[in-house]
């Protein structure tokens, strides 16, 4: 049994007017059975006053994104290592966001997967196909290579989370059906067992887009899915409690 992984993404959301969230998750975890682990990424402008929120709690806190390198003159980045250092345990690389607003590749997403490794937070590497190539039917090969490009070999021991999020069911409240999140994620598991064997066995798959309290219970039952990656129903506590609820 692997233990699932409840992580919410606020994206470009959140001020210090948002910190109350994370106090209420904190609170709201302690009064709940210990089945699963929790994660907030907010902004990078809040890691270190949430990390501090979150302090000693069984929630944990990460970041939306990293650079590759340990540090030097890239304007507005933030490598691995400062997380670490702002109380960041995780880091998400390669949302399908990044992929398309900043243009990253599944090359870069592997280096700065690998820098997150070299950091001591764990990655969670994203992987999505879009409406197109779902309708083209090639949901599977993208997922392939998709992963092949974005798992560095520097993970081989399992230390990195998987997230499938299909790009066409982030922020559109269209989810994907427990059918089509069965297949892509059996075939992810396979392909993790394939490439790194017993380690791959543990690796968490978490299913992202559109994720809510109504249908998490259905998705979070399926054998390979071992957690969400939660964007829109993590900025509201209750609604991302809900959903650690239905995880556990
Ligand atoms: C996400 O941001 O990774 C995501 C899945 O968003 P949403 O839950 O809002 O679809």
Known sequence: MIRPLIAGNWKMNGTSAMLPVVQEVVTGLSARADGADCLICPPAT??????KVAQASALAIGAQDCHAKEAGAHTGDLSAEMIADAGGRYVIVGHSERRAD????????????AAAKRAGITPIICVGETLEEREAGRTLEIISDQLAESIPDAVC????????EPVWAIGTGKVATTEQVDEVHNAIRDKL???FADAGASVRILYGGSMKPDNAAGLLSLQNVNGG??????????????IYDAGI
């Open 157 to 164: 021991d399992g230390s990195f989370v998987v997230a499938y």
């Open 46 to 51: 809040l890691l270190e006053r949430a990390a």
């Open 102 to 113: 900043h243009f990253e590749s599944s090359e870069i997403v592997a280096n700065k997967a």
């Open 193 to 195: 067992n394939q490439r």
């Open 229 to 242: 990656l939660i964007g829109g129903a993590s900025l509201k506590a209750a609604d991302f409690l809900a």
